[in-house]
């Protein structure tokens, strides 16, 4: 993640360069939009996420002191978006509500999950039993896990991103690795 | 078999012309400048190129000053009681009898030069008449 993000043309766009917004929208556009339909499930919201993000990082940019996170400092406006579209439709409730397993950190920090969600290998027959456990997920779990997924985050990052203790990080996405270990177990290296 | 990334991706390909389309919006508009690209600020920058990029050497004065703070703080406590200690030390039986015997040196040195002056008129007690014209306790000593 940090070698890509040095790549990405950040100190041009600083200077509001519209090549280099191009390409920093091209390279984020499907992974912020995979992330806000899993959890939105609504196009146009999605879509909506997207651009919002894209308009306020054009507005904010000059406020990020580390280019090298440009990727998590977008999916952090992202993730602030996706909770405005979520209390809107009055779901407020259950995106903030926490996971009573949030708590066990200490033991899940040593506990062996298995492989990390980003090697995690799916055969063809299983992508709809995939979605539908993904779906079946708490928001907060669901959340972890696609950070994760669409942009290999660290978890340091994810807990920037989601504005949560790395103990509750490495928690939620124990129990969401847990929920498809039986799915994942056979075919996972 | 695929990643989840790839599979999760894959999943929202269909959403990738709109996805174009918001894109060429945007760019659009960056060109056109209806969003506005904000500089930093001159405070800003300051702040950045000043304060938050020499982060350590600041932690590293302050650090200091702390430490000075506290060298000062032990050091000037025991010198509030010590002002006891200093007149215990100055009551101790030699010093108090060197110092009564200066004392009393001094006492007779400066005897017979005290005594006159004791004498001299004091224009208070000095009743009406000239200033020059002695009175009779000094024309008294005198005589004696």
């Known amino acids: 993640m940090e070698a890509d993000a040095r790549l990405l043309p950040v100190a041009a766009a600083r200077s509001g360069d519209p090549a280099a917004w191009e390409a920093l929208f091209r390279r984020f556009q499907l992974p912020l939009y995979a992330y806000a339909r899993e959890l ?15 308009l306020n990082a054009v507005r904010h940019l000059a406020t990020l002191r580390d280019e090298a996170r440009f990727g998590s400092w977008l999916f952090g406006i992202a993730h602030q978006r996706c909770q405005q579209h979520g209390r809107r439709r009055g779901r407020e409730a259950r995106w903030l509500a926490a996971v009573p397993a949030d708590q066990d950190i200490e033991d899940l920090s040593a506990a062996d999950d298995g492989p990390d969600p980003h090697d995690w290998l799916v055969r ?15 928001d907060t779990q669901r959340e972890v896990l696609l950070l994760r997924f669409v942009d290999d985050l660290s978890l340091d990052e994810i807990a920037g991103i989601t504005g949560v203790p790395l103990g509750t990080v490495k928690s939620r996405l124990h129990h969401a690795k847990r929920s498809f270990r ?3 177990g056979p075919a996972s290296p | ?18 996805l174009d389309a918001l894109r060429e919006a945007f760019v659009a508009g960056l060109s056109s400048a209806r969003i506005a690209v904000p500089k930093p600020s001159l405070r800003t920058t300051l702040w950045e190129q000043l304060v938050v990029a020499c982060r350590p050497a600041w932690i590293g004065i302050a650090a200091a000053w702390a430490v000075i703070a506290v060298l000062h703080a032990t050091s000037a406590a025991p010198s509030a009681d010590r002002p006891h200690a ?4 100055v009551a101790s039986p030699e010093v108090e009898a060197l110092l009564a ?44």
Not at chain 2, 106 to 121: G, H, I, K, N
């Open chain 2, 86 to 89: 200093a007149v215990a030390k």
């Open chain 2, 101 to 144: 015997a200066q004392r009393q040196l001094f006492v007779e040195l400066c005897a017979p030069v005290d005594a006159p002056r004791r004498r001299t008129p004091e224009p208070a007690t000095r009743p009406s008449g000239s200033i020059f014209r002695p009175n009779r306790r000094d024309r008294l000593a005198a005589a004696v």
């Open chain 1, 124 to 138: 063809s027959e299983q992508e709809a039993e995939f979605f539908r456990r993904l779906g079946e997920l708490p």
């Open chain 2, 1 to 18: 078999m695929k990643t989840a990334r790839e599979i999760l991706l894959a999943r929202h390909a269909d959403a990738q012309p709109r």
């Open chain 1, 40 to 54: 939105l499930h609504d196009d146009q919201a999605a879509l909506d996420v997207v651009q919002e993000t894209f």
């Open chain 1, 182 to 184: 039986l799915l994942l």
